[in-house]
């Protein structure tokens, strides 16, 4: 069984039933292996580990911010794409940059925490726009996971190719799956992922008011500016243990 556990910080699926021992009750495995997509294994964010996240108060944010969306398929892409092996512990404990905002570990989830929050708290986000809205946020820099390492440090990809270009390939898998549930929300993340600023002279500008806000919302997170709206202190944090 140990051969299922090819790395460190793989995510396991494990499987357990409560038995007794002449009287001494005992956990007996009856399930072991990898967790991910492709044997339907339903792994929740909470599975992440938060002693690896330099920021945990963060850590609790997103548990949280993850928790409020209502829309499944939004939920399975997060889900998704944050739970990849090359993704999980770097989200965690990246910077957001190496000489300018949130240049230390954990840099980077602190930051997309913040802009999913500022997002979600413009006036002009209805609350049907609310579940695509937290995960634009939580995911705009997910780039860095790639090009970034936790003790500031650029990677080898880092050194030749911008965080924004590696968006869409980092989010293909699940977002291929997306696509074949919910375009509309497909086509929305793609292009608030990729539209570019208004001083830019090349590329798609903002076309939806998601993709402008959240901009602004990455803007002002960058700049330390303060929220109109203090992030709700989280004290609980549930992990899913499957126990039958």
């Known amino acids: 069984m140990i ?23 005992y956990f007996k495995c009856k ?72 240049n230390y570990p954990g840099g980077l989830i602190e930051h997309s925490v913040d802009t999913a929050w500022r997002l979600i708290n413009e006036p002009e986000i209805s609350k049907s726009d609310r579940d695509i809205a937290i995960v634009a946020g939580l995911l705009h820099d997910i780039g860095k996971t790639q090009t970034m390492t936790s003790d500031l440090r650029r990677t080898a990809t880092g050194k030749l190719v911008d965080h924004d270009q590696l968006t869409l390939e980092i989010c293909a898998t699940a977002m291929s799956k997306l696509e074949k549930k919910a375009s509309v929300f497909a086509n929305q993340l793609r292009h608030a992922w990729t539209c570019y600023s208004p001083n830019a002279r090349f590329g798609f500008k903002p076309k939806t008011h998601i993709a ?30 499957r126990l039958s």
């Open 212 to 241: 402008r806000l959240l901009q602004k919302s990455d803007r002002e997170s960058a700049q330390g500016k303060k929220r109109s709206i203090p992030l709700p202190k989280t004290n609980d944090v549930f992990v899913a243990i």
């Open 31 to 102: 399930q072991l292996e990898r967790a991910n997509s492709h044997n339907n294994i339903v792994v929740p964010l909470s599975t992440l580990p938060r002693s690896l996240c330099p920021k945990v108060a963060a850590f609790d944010d997103l548990i949280m911010l993850a928790s409020e969306i209502q829309t499944p398929y939004l939920k399975s892409f997060l889900d998704e794409v944050l739970l990849q092996s090359q993704v999980a512990i770097r989200y965690l404990n990246a910077p957001a940059s190496l000489n300018h905002h949130h």
């Open 3 to 25: 051969s299922v556990i090819e790395r460190p910080h793989q995510l396991i699926h494990i499987e357990a039933s409560l038995d007794q021992y002449y009287g001494t009750a």
